[in-house]
């Protein structure tokens, strides 16, 4: 199944359940993300896998219920990140116009 397939079923789910709140989807985001983090720290690879793809719906259904097509919002992050220039720490990337002179 494609990423637009995905995201019409995930819409259609989303508006038979009647969700519709903004704010309380962020926190199902937010508690996704924190389940993801548990999964990283634990290094459990099937919860790490169902936890990027429940995180990966909540964003999906945060952005349906702003009226947002979610392919957009990531096509959009795309061309903001793709010439990015900067410098890998420590396992992070930091932006250029992040970056000190410590980070030099």
Do not use: H, Y
Not at 15 to 43: C, F, H, W, Y
Not at 44 to 60: A, E, H, N, P, Y
Not at 62 to 72: C, F, I, S, V
Request: with cysteine.
């Amino acid at each position: 199944m494609t990423f637009e397939q995905l995201t019409l079923r995930l819409d259609e789910w989303r508006k038979q359940r009647n969700l519709a709140d903004p704010k309380a989807q962020t926190m199902k985001v937010m508690e996704e993300v924190g389940e993801l983090s548990a999964a990283i720290n634990k290094q459990d690879r099937l919860k790490l896998i169902d936890s990027i793809g429940d995180t990966l719906v909540t964003v999906i259904l945060l952005a349906q219920m702003e009226g947002l097509d979610p392919t957009k919002c990531l096509e959009s992050a795309w061309k903001v990140i793709v010439d990015r220039k900067g410098r890998t720490v420590d396992g992070t990337f930091i932006k250029a116009e992040d970056l000190t002179n410590a980070d030099l």
